[in-house]
């Protein structure tokens, strides 16, 4: 079964700063990842997702990830942050087909001024 | 285009009482997921629709949960009787392709 590992439930960056949220994931087959993100009291907004295309992939508001297979790896990182990134971010995993996404527990970002 | 929509945005019911969730996906979107997150855990997939079908429901916790896609459009998840541990949110996804797009979540308090 596929599962997703995110580590850190809480993470604290300074504005100006940079952002790294790892994300971890077993698959027996290549899947396709996503980067969610929830915003206070609103749904979830897709920020990015891999697709077997290129392995780095941009994303909205600045956002990018790398996949690396040989790490089982799917890390988001941002160069600097805003205060208005504060909030809660998920990866999730599927193989391919329209099957339901599997998803980590969650990272909330905090952004401190 | 609208996106994904729910109602309720919140409900809270008292044990043993009905409820009822409704979805409607983007136009178009043959596939309809229902996704929960219960507090403190992580999001987790009850079923999927394709149009008015059940591809899998493999995740749907007990019979107590029943959903339905009237005409492959809309659709509602029943919750007949409610526990205390069905509190949390539901989320609704829908998608064409690879890409699923989600709702603003229904939250339920079960007291």
């Known amino acids: 079964a596929q599962s997703v590992t995110q580590l850190g439930s809480h993470v604290s960056v300074s504005e100006g700063a940079l952002v790294l949220l790892r994300c971890n994931y077993s698959?027996?087959?290549?899947?396709?990842l996503f980067w969610y993100v929830q915003y206070p009291n609103q749904g979830l907004q897709l920020l990015l997702k891999?697709?077997?295309?290129?392995?780095l992939v941009k994303g909205i508001n600045g956002f990018e990830a790398e996949f690396k297979k040989s790490e089982t790896s799917f890390h988001l990182t941002k160069p600097s942050a805003h205060m208005s990134d504060a909030a809660e971010y998920f990866c999730?995993?599927?193989?391919?087909?329209?099957?339901?996404?599997?998803f980590g527990k969650g990272t909330r970002l905090s952004v401190i001024a | 285009e609208a996106g994904v929509t729910q109602f309720p945005s919140h409900s809270v019911i008292e044990k043993g009482q009905t409820v009822t969730l409704r979805c409607d996906p983007i136009?178009?979107?043959?596939?309809l997921y229902w996704y929960r997150r219960v507090m403190g855990k992580e999001i987790k997939f009850l079923l999927h629709?394709?149009?008015?079908?059940?591809?899998?429901e493999s995740g749907m916790p007990n019979n107590r949960f029943l959903a339905e896609r009237t005409g492959g459009t809309y659709s509602t998840l029943k919750v007949q009787p409610a526990e205390l541990e069905d509190s949390g949110v539901y989320f609704c996804?829908?998608?064409?392709?690879?890409?699923?797009?989600f709702g603003p979540g229904t939250r339920l308090t079960v007291l």
């Open positions: 996804a829908s998608s064409l392709s690879d890409t699923q797009y």
């Open positions: 999730a995993v599927r193989p391919l087909g329209n099957t339901p996404l599997v």
């Open positions: 698959s027996s087959v290549p899947p396709y």
């Open positions: 891999y697709t077997s295309a290129a392995t």
């Open positions: 629709f394709v149009k008015e079908s059940k591809q899998d």
């Open positions: 136009s178009g979107h043959d596939n």
